[in-house]
C-alpha cells in the first residue's frame, strides 16, 4: 500500500465551481501535512500546510481528520489559473516529507 | 534572491554513459533532498543531507546512483552506467528544517536512450 494515496484525476470543473481533494495516508505517525501545487513542466511549490483544527487561505480550505487517516482541500470560486496537479504530502518521525502522486485539476470555461 | 539551481535542464545521453547532476542550495539551507519523478511514481525520495552529510540514502535504486555533497553550497547526483528506465526527471530541494517547506528547483530532465 501506497504510504500517501490520492485520486489521479483529472477533475474538470467550470470556472466559479467548488472542488475538493482528499488524500489519505497510511502512517499514523505521520505529524505533519502540506499541499504542494505543480504546474505542468515546472517544480512543485507549497500551496499550504495542513493543521488539525483546519486552515483556510484565501480561496483555498485544508482539513486533517487524524481518526480517518486523510486530508482534504477545497477550492471555492475556481479560475482558470488553478488547474494544475495538487500534490498531498506527509511527514512522519524521520525528517523527510512524503509526495502522494497528485491529483489533477482543469478548470475550464 | 536566487532559489535552488539545478543544471543541466535537460540531459539527453546514451545507455551506459555517465550523467552528473547538480544541484546549488538556497544558502543558509540546512536539509538537501534529491528526489525523481516519473509519472507512474510519482515523486520518490532518493537521498537527504543535513549539513552536508547523508542522513538517508534508502531510496537510492541501486549502487548505479551515488550522491555527493562536498560542500554546503554544492551537491551531485550521478548516474554511472545509466539504463533507459532511469529517464525521469530529477529535482534537488532545500529546506531551513526538516519537515518544513521545500524549494525546489526547475529539475533535470534526463532521456537515456
Known amino acids: 500500500r501506497k504510504e500517501v494515496e490520492q485520486d489521479p484525476g483529472p477533475f474538470n470543473v467550470p470556472e466559479g465551481a467548488t472542488v475538493a481533494f482528499n488524500c489519505t495516508y497510511s502512517?499514523?505517525?505521520?505529524?505533519?501535512f502540506f499541499w504542494y501545487r505543480q504546474d505542468c513542466r515546472k517544480e512543485p511549490k507549497l500551496l499550504m500546510s495542513v493543521y488539525s483544527s483546519g486552515n483556510e487561505d484565501g480561496r483555498f480550505t485544508a482539513q486533517l481528520n487524524r481518526a480517518s487517516q486523510y486530508i482534504s482541500l477545497l477550492i471555492r470560486d475556481s479560475k482558470l489559473s488553478d488547474s494544475a496537479t495538487y500534490l498531498c504530502?506527509?511527514?512522519?518521525?524521520?525528517?523527510?516529507?512524503?509526495f502522494g502522486t497528485g491529483t489533477r485539476l482543469q478548470v475550464t470555461l | 534572491d536566487a532559489g535552488v539551481i539545478q543544471s543541466p535542464r535537460h540531459e539527453v545521453t546514451e545507455m551506459g554513459q555517465e550523467v552528473t547532476l547538480r544541484c546549488k542550495p538556497i544558502s543558509g539551507h540546512d536539509y538537501l533532498f534529491w528526489y525523481r519523478q516519473t509519472m507512474m511514481r510519482g515523486l520518490e525520495l532518493l537521498i537527504y543531507?543535513?549539513?552536508?552529510?547523508?542522513?538517508?540514502d534508502s531510496g537510492m535504486p541501486e549502487d548505479r546512483f551515488s550522491a555527493k555533497m562536498p560542500n554546503a553550497s554544492f551537491s551531485t547526483l550521478k548516474i554511472q552506467p545509466s539504463e533507459p528506465r532511469d529517464s525521469a526527471v530529477y529535482f534537488c530541494?532545500?529546506?531551513?528544517?526538516?519537515?518544513?517547506?521545500?524549494?525546489f528547483g526547475s529539475g533535470t530532465q534526463l532521456s537515456v536512450l
Open positions: 543531507f543535513n549539513n552536508n552529510v547523508p542522513i538517508d
Open positions: 530541494a532545500s529546506s531551513l528544517a526538516p519537515k518544513e517547506k521545500l524549494f
Open positions: 504530502v506527509t511527514a512522519g518521525t524521520a525528517s523527510k516529507l512524503t
Open positions: 502512517n499514523s505517525a505521520s505529524q505533519s
